[in-house]
């Protein structure tokens, strides 16, 4: 498509404008912009009104935020735009904030596999993110919004799948990677990933500060392999030995009372048993456990005896 005469006049407003810009004051151009839009009114000539136009065009163009961004911001933004436009809100806000502390984001998934260079939080302490799938595009693979992001003091992350479509399945080949640039999580939480139990151990194996572990929604990850992981066993190096809060939700027992009761005795001793003992334990005792979901009566029946011991347990059957 050929340039119209105003967008040449733009373009020659840029060139011209760009030299002056660079030493002078943001509220100094705005001032400009100001004087300009003024004179657009008062302009009798149709020609000098249009070039005044121009002229305002250009500066608003030459202090818009996006001149501001480091090149390899602008990839990783256009990048993926592709398959989500609302990205270009959220990165930018992003960018604007190295000292965040707290995020919260919402992302769609990022299907290329063109290396990006990584964002750098350098004081995140707090993330939660939400992906989404409305168009169906995630078959067979992960999200990898985190392949790209550098956390070095991340504690707490929140990975939300509920509105993928089922399809979209976890894939283990992203999240180490993320875990050994984020060696300090203590509290982590997943919902409705379609995680195994085989994977879900793998995650706890390198998340070596875990304190709080919350799974809800994730069906195929509570069986006997994953209880067994959890169990503390004296004498073997034990899995995630600071974990002291379990949160599991919209849960289904299976049949499997006596060793989910087994597991959660293991990492349990009364105040007189602690102080008895000349060898503390090597993993934490609990100070929340909490399961909700479908769970039969005789699940319940067993856990109620571990509530009579004072294990802080809370049952919530449907």
Not at 147 to 152: G, Q, V, W, Y
Not at 197 to 209: F, I, P
Request: net charge negative.
């Amino acid at each position: 498509m050929a340039d119209t005469p105003f967008t040449v006049r733009v373009r020659a407003a840029v060139i011209e404008k760009t030299e002056w810009t660079r030493s002078s004051s943001k509220a100094d151009i705005e001032r400009l912009i100001e004087e300009s839009e003024s004179k657009m009114t008062s302009l009798e000539s149709l020609e000098l009104g249009e070039r005044e136009h121009a002229c305002v065009a250009a500066l608003r163009y030459l202090i818009s935020p996006i001149r501001t961004l480091p090149v390899e911001l602008l990839t990783e933004i256009f990048g993926l735009a592709i398959h989500d436009d609302t990205h270009i809100k959220d990165a930018f806000r992003v960018s604007q904030c190295p000292n965040l502390v707290r995020a919260s984001v919402s992302t769609g998934l990022v299907l290329s596999g063109a290396a990006r260079d990584a964002l750098s939080l350098s004081h995140l302490r707090s993330l939660s993110v939400y992906y989404s799938d409305p168009a169906g595009h995630a078959a067979g693979h992960s999200a990898s919004f985190l392949d790209n992001l550098l956390a070095p003091v991340l504690e707490e992350l929140c990975l939300d799948f509920g509105k993928l479509r089922r399809s979209a399945r976890w894939t283990e080949a992203h999240f180490p990677a993320f875990q050994l640039r984020t060696p300090n999580i203590t509290g982590l939480e997943l919902q409705y990933s379609t995680i195994t139990s085989d994977e879900l151990k793998d995650v706890l194996y390198h998340t070596l500060c875990l304190e709080r572990l919350t799974l809800k929604g994730c069906e195929c990850y509570f069986d006997d392999t994953f209880i067994d992981a959890l169990h503390y066993k004296g004498g073997l190096t034990p899995l995630v030995p600071h974990l002291h809060s379990l949160v599991l939700e919209l849960m289904r027992t299976n049949g499997l009372a006596d060793i989910m009761a087994s597991m959660i005795a293991s990492r349990w001793w009364t105040d007189i048993e602690l102080a008895s003992n000349p060898v503390p334990p090597a993993v934490a005792r609990w100070t929340l456990v909490q399961l909700e979901g479908f769970l039969e009566p005789r699940f319940v029946y067993i856990m109620a005896g571990l509530q009579r011991k004072g294990i802080p347990l809370e049952v919530n059957a449907w």
